[in-house]
């Protein structure tokens, strides 16, 4: 199964700006988020953003880039521009890999992709895992997953979620197919 992993990119970020560009173990942030996107099984691999800066140091290091609005209001509105200018067909599985994932298991993305591919019926798929440490069901920094019974997410909450069962926290993951963005 062939899918694409577009990274939204952004330099301006509020909470830490240059964010995208800043060095771990020698080498820009995007440019470790672009090698495990690279490791999984996708066809194609984009990085996408509205800035110079970032565009010049993803080409230095070979990533095909897709330069977007800076008015994009989120990663997603960044997603689905890039998908429009790259003319991705509509039945594409597009995985959304955030640009500040470095350590992200390749397995993850392919896992995100073959579970949308597998449902023709949905148009998005993200993952969830079981909660193991109590200490995160009250941690407002993990989001919390409500699902039904055939894995389908209902809801998400920072907050505790009561109920009797078992805990799961999200994983900021998600896969759509491209007419749906």
Not at 85 to 98: G, H, K, M, T, Y
Request: proline content about 9%; charged content about 20%; glycine content about 8%.
């Amino acid at each position: 199964m062939s899918f694409w992993v577009i990274i939204p990119a952004r330099y301006n970020a509020t909470r830490l700006p240059g964010k995208p560009l800043r060095s771990l173990a020698g080498r820009p942030l995007i440019q470790h988020v672009h090698e495990r996107a690279l490791e999984s099984g996708a066809g194609r691999v984009v990085i996408a953003t509205d800035d110079a800066r970032i565009q010049k140091a993803a080409q230095g290091f070979g990533a095909e880039v897709c330069m977007t609005s800076p008015s994009c209001q989120s990663g997603t509105e960044r997603l689905a521009e890039a998908v429009e200018r790259l003319a991705c067909p509509p039945d594409a599985v597009v995985v959304n890999l955030q640009g500040d994932e470095p350590l992200i298991p390749p397995v993850l993305l392919d896992q995100v992709a073959a579970l949308l591919a597998e449902d023709p019926a949905a148009d998005m798929a993200t993952l969830y895992v079981p909660i193991e440490d109590p200490a995160e069901l009250a941690d407002p920094h993990a989001v919390k997953v409500v699902a039904d019974r055939k894995g389908y997410a209902l809801y998400f909450s920072r907050a505790p979620i009561p109920h009797g069962g078992k805990a799961f926290r999200h994983i900021g993951l998600y896969a759509y197919r491209a007419g749906f963005l």
